[in-house]
């Protein structure tokens, strides 16, 4: 099967992913949105609850009604970052309509549209990637659709029936790693080192994660997203295991990366010295995995301390002893995440490395696909 029909087949799986799978959990049929536009404004000066109404002419730029011009209100707190929404005339806006949707008798201004400025950005990551990347770059392209409709199609609504989060995680999990590195690496020995090195060292993160979890007495309501779905959704959800296959999920782009950049110098290796053999192929992969585990190491730890500067500064401003801090659930939840996924990125680097290096070491490049085809 050459390039373009392995696109090709992809696209379709992706398309009929979508189709296959039902979506879970269904909009709420009492609210539906809209864009709008403000066409203008009226204050009223009049203040309620110590807010500030306002009387705005907006014109609904989408849906069934679009092209219709009403007339809401809006209320507004000045000074209060949370509820200060003052409507300008010639905003984009999001309005929210109760009841059934045959009519606009219940509407209220909901918050600023800020899409816009979302699809420029990812306008421009598509353009970039195919710029520079080229064929490589449409694969990745390809890759993140299929691995986006995993998540929204297969993940997330078996979540929401209740099923084990840990088993979906890794189902998806490894259903995300073969098919990226078989589309972005080929068809070849060096994918199976690589997803066969990335899918242990995921595991691995899991296991360590579930384990220390355990020791730890950890609860997943950590965060206020946890309580709030346990609150509000469906209690067969087990929010504890969702913990743990978020890290599992949260580590898994750090680690693909780290495995195919082994299994990738490997395969050099072997072709820039074809007699090569097993111990020395083993060791240069090793090499190369040892430098990449640096910056991998820090990539993952940052991306989490970056989701959780907020935190960090409210611990540091309030000068928390150590003991309290440390077993915080809140605190201990993200250690966990931040090293369990650490440590499949370190067990995914040796793992690989001796997968490429006995793979490709026993026969000449190529394997069941050529190379890098």
Not at 73 to 94: C, H, I, K, T
Not at 291 to 305: E, F, H, P, R
Request: with cysteine.
């Amino acid at each position: 099967m050459n390039l373009k029909s392995r696109i090709a087949a992809l696209i379709c799986f992706c398309l009929l992913l979508g189709w296959a799978v039902p979506a879970g959990a269904a909009e709420v049929p009492q609210e539906r949105y809209y864009r709008a536009r403000v066409l203008g404004v009226k204050e009223s000066g009049s203040e309620q609850a110590g807010g500030i109404e306002q009387e705005l002419l907006v014109e609904i730029k989408s849906g069934p009604f679009k092209g219709e011009i009403i007339t809401i209100l809006n209320y507004y707190m000045p000074g209060r970052m949370l509820f200060d929404l003052q409507a300008r005339e010639g905003m984009e806006v999001v309005i929210v309509a109760f009841g059934d949707g045959s009519s606009l008798n219940e509407v209220y201004l909901h918050d600023l549209a800020r899409d816009r400025g979302v699809y420029y950005l990812i306008a421009i990551f598509l353009a970039a990637m195919l710029l520079l990347g080229r064929a490589k770059g449409l694969k990745t392209i390809v890759s993140l659709c299929i691995t986006g409709a995993l998540i929204v199609k297969f993940l997330l609504p078996n979540l929401l029936r209740g099923h084990n989060p840990i088993i979906l995680a890794v189902v998806t999990a490894a259903l995300v790693i073969i098919t990226t590195l078989l589309l972005v690496g080929g068809i070849n020995l060096k994918s199976l080192a690589a997803i066969l090195g990335t899918i242990t060292g995921v595991v691995a993160a899991g296991i360590l994660a579930l384990w220390v979890g355990n020791i730890s007495s950890l609860t997943g309501f950590s965060t206020q997203e946890a309580q709030s779905l346990y609150v509000l959704m469906d209690k067969s959800i087990d929010i504890r295991g969702l913990l743990f296959a978020g890290i599992i999920i949260g580590s898994l782009g750090a680690i693909t990366d780290i495995g195919i950049s082994v299994a990738s110098a490997a395969a050099e290796i072997k072709e820039a010295n074809p007699g090569i053999q097993f111990k020395e192929l083993t060791a240069g992969a090793l090499n190369v995995g040892r430098d990449v585990l640096g910056t991998m190491a820090n990539t993952l730890i940052l991306a989490y301390v970056g989701a959780a500067t907020p935190l960090l500064l409210l611990v540091v401003g309030h000068g928390m002893p150590w003991l309290k801090l440390v077993n915080l659930d809140l605190i201990a939840t993200e250690f966990v995440r931040g090293i369990a996924g650490t440590v499949g990125l370190i067990a995914a680097v040796p793992v690989t490395a001796l997968l490429s290096g006995y793979l490709l070491s026993r026969r000449e490049y190529g394997g069941f696909g050529g190379h890098n085809t």
